[in-house]
């Protein structure tokens, strides 16, 4: 497994912006071989697809929903991914998640909170 932590979230206006980050532990040396995502889960509901990256950054992958207004990036000399939220809308409100992708395979993290107020 590789123990992920997620930051950035916080409370934004509709039409503002957020960057989130996804932290792999520097000992983590396999992060580079696996695709990525970002995931979502509001009150109430499933836990959702956001984005995807391949490990060589160049594939990525949108869900509808996103697509257009979100930015899906990923450093492997820092074990780091990011999701560039751009106009965001109350229905993004969510806790975001980060995990391998298709298949989570490591524990879920603390997540980080993107509250977007109308």
């Known amino acids: 497994q590789v123990p992920l932590v997620e930051s950035g979230g916080g409370l934004v206006q509709a039409g503002g912006s957020l960057r989130l980050s996804c932290a792999a532990a520097p000992s983590a040396r396999t992060f580079r071989n696996y695709d990525m995502a970002w995931y979502r889960q509001a009150p109430g509901k499933d836990r959702e697809f956001v984005a995807r990256?391949?490990?060589?950054?160049?594939?990525?992958d949108y869900a509808a929903s996103v697509k257009g207004r979100f930015t899906i990036s990923r450093d492997n000399a820092k074990n780091t991914m990011y999701l560039q939220m751009n106009r965001l809308e109350p229905e993004d409100t969510a806790m975001y998640y980060c995990?391998?992708?298709?298949?989570?395979?490591?524990?879920w993290g603390q997540g980080t909170q993107v509250t977007v107020s109308s």
């Open positions: 990256i391949r490990p060589n950054a160049v594939g990525t």
């Open positions: 995990n391998t992708f298709p298949i989570p395979e490591t524990s």
